[in-house]
């Protein structure tokens, strides 16, 4: 198994900051430098307009001061994510998971770490681990309220995007059996917000939704292309089918929106060699 540490990397280009919100933040730091509260807030400002390596930065910066607040090493894991250096993010997620075994966003984004590399048995277990835990007694409240993994029982976005990444990381590990069990658990009709591209993925697995309205052009918004292309690159993938699979990732691995995880998910496929006898 080939455990990919980098893609190879596109045009990072970051937003404009319209509305100054990194030098709002870096004002409110300079009055307290050492306040790890607001060295995360400025770590924050910056994802938001995509300054993933100054966030690096920061988050270092707040591990240093506050070596148990978990918020640090699973915000720089994230963007550890997103830079595409996968094997740094990892380390950091396996350390905030030992800091916060019940923290939904830790086990998500480390589940998706394991994927990337090519360790889909690991993602798998990891996002099974933290769904095992929904309806149970919930753990200790993390900082900033942020959700913990008994919570997904009562958050169908949260238990959504778990699962649609799940269902992958099974496929790929030729777990196919359980991965038909788990599709079996998503219901037909859901109203959802943050997750509803990964629903519409779940009922493209499940035979209820055509690639044709998948990929319907008209619906396309943000980031929306490289998550559903990439569903349906991934589906083509494990069809053995790569004269279509191939100019799809390729089209989704060039997207603009360089840090859906659909594209980067995408460029690894790409760097892993799966067009490469096309």
């Known amino acids: ?64 001061l ?11 894991g994230h963007r550890y994510i997103s830079t595409r250096q996968f094997g740094k993010a990892v380390e ?14 830790v086990a998500y984004h480390l589940g998706l770490a394991y994927y990337l590399r090519g360790q889909f048995d690991k993602a798998a277990a990891e996002y099974a681990r933290c769904m095992s835990q929904a309806g149970q007694e919930a753990g200790p409240a993390l900082p900033g309220g942020a959700k913990r993994c008994a919570e997904v029982a009562n958050d169908a976005d949260a238990r959504i995007g778990m699962t ?3 269902y992958r990381a099974l496929r790929r590990a030729h777990k196919d059996a359980e991965a038909e069990k788990l599709l079996e658990t998503v219901p037909e009709e859901l109203e959802l917000k943050e997750s509803a591209p990964y629903y519409q993925c779940l009922l493209f ?12 052009p008209s619906q396309m918004k943000g980031n929306l292309f490289p998550t559903l292309g990439y569903a349906v690159a991934n589906y083509y993938l494990l069809e053995e089918n790569p004269r279509k699979a191939c100019p799809l990732l390729r089209k989704v691995a060039s997207d ?20 490469k006898d096309e």
């Not at 697995?205 to 319907?216: N, P």
């Open 1 to 64: 198994m080939l455990l990919l540490q980098a893609a190879p990397k596109p045009a990072m280009t970051p937003l404009e900051d319209k509305d100054g919100i990194v030098k709002k933040a870096d004002e409110e730091l300079a009055a307290k430098p050492d306040d790890p509260e607001l060295i995360l807030a400025a770590g924050l400002a910056r994802d938001k307009v995509w300054r993933y390596t100054e966030s690096i930065e920061l988050y270092t910066r707040g591990a240093k």
């Open 66 to 76: 506050a070596p148990q607040d978990f918020r640090f090493l699973r915000y720089r």
């Open 92 to 105: 950091d997620l396996e350390k905030a998971r030992h800091l916060a075994p019940n923290s939904y966003d």
């Open 164 to 166: 649609e990444w799940r």
């Open 205 to 216: 697995s499940k035979g209820l939704r055509t690639e044709k309205a998948l990929l319907d």
């Open 256 to 275: 603009p929106a360089w840090n859906a995880f659909g594209a980067i998910a995408a460029e690894v496929e790409l760097a892993r060699g799966a067009c």
